[in-house]
T-cell receptor, first 113, second 115 residues
Framework: GDSVTQTEGLVTLTKGLPVMLNCTYQ??????LFWYVQHLNEAPKLLLK?????KRTEHQGFYATLHKSSSSFHLQKSSVQLSDSALYFC????????????FGTGTKLQVVP | DPKIIQKPKYLVAVTGSEKILICEQY?????MYWYRQSAKKPLEFMFS???????DNQTASSRFQPQSSKKNHLDLQITALKPDDSATYFC??????????????FGAGTRLSVL
């Protein structure tokens, strides 16, 4: 079935360092991939999305590239800030069978001074 | 102003009771959803609706019943509450189901505690 895997539960980084949060997916259909960010006690909100193979998409300093060959959509940022501390979810909507988004288990990013 | 209104924000219930979670969206979207978030399952899909029609149900228990009286309204009735039902319930909406129209917009959530 369709699924999303996020391997890191918690990532702790010092401010100013680069980060990559892993996301891989499984689907037999053409995929739409999303990253959502959830700050403490807030609702998740869209960070970025893509359905185009090998094209980098960016928003608020974060970027990701959908690679269909490896079924991946990793989230990156070159220099994390304290305000980036949050829970990050990768999500998948398969084309032709998308009645809901499948979410990964989430990665908590903790940025320390 | 919030575009997706969930009521109440916090809810405390006793085991065995029944509660209704309210959700209204003012984004003009055609699809609405319920997701549940707990420590065990970070964002678990429950139901999806499109034009007031149930499209998908991934909830094993019939104790959870969605109710849509209007296109922009999707309530969640939970009966015979159990402590395991304690979670934050998020209502969400999207322009339509599927593909790039499927960007989800979430309400602020209802935090349910069952004692």
């Amino acid at each position: 079935g369709d699924s999303v895997t996020q391997t890191e539960g918690l990532v702790t980084l010092t401010k100013g360092l680069p980060v990559m949060l892993n996301c891989t997916y499984q689907t037999t259909y053409s995929p739409f991939l999303f990253w959502y960010v959830q700050h403490l006690n807030e609702a998740p909100k869209l960070l970025l999305k893509s359905s185009t193979d090998n094209k980098r998409t960016e928003h608020q300093g974060f970027y990701a590239t959908l690679h269909k060959s490896s079924s991946s959509f990793h989230l990156q940022k070159s220099s994390v800030q304290l305000s980036d501390s949050a829970l990050y979810f990768c999500a998948l909507t398969p084309a032709n069978s998308g009645t809901y988004q499948r979410f990964g288990t989430g990665t908590k990013l903790q940025v320390v001074p | 102003d919030p575009k997706i209104i969930q009521k109440p924000k916090y809810l405390v219930a006793v085991t065995g009771s029944e509660k209704i979670l309210i959700c209204e969206q003012y984004l003009g979207h055609n699809a609405m959803y319920w997701y549940r978030q707990s420590a065990k399952k970070p964002l678990e899909f429950m139901f999806s609706y499109s034009y007031q029609k149930l499209m998908d149900n991934q909830t094993a228990s019939s104790r959870f019943q969605p109710q849509s009286s209007k296109k922009n309204h999707l309530d969640l009735q939970i009966t015979a509450l159990k402590p395991d039902d304690s979670a934050t319930y998020f209502c969400a909406s999207s322009q339509d189901l599927g593909g790039s129209q499927n960007t989800l917009y979430f309400g602020a959530g209802t935090r349910l505690s069952v004692l």
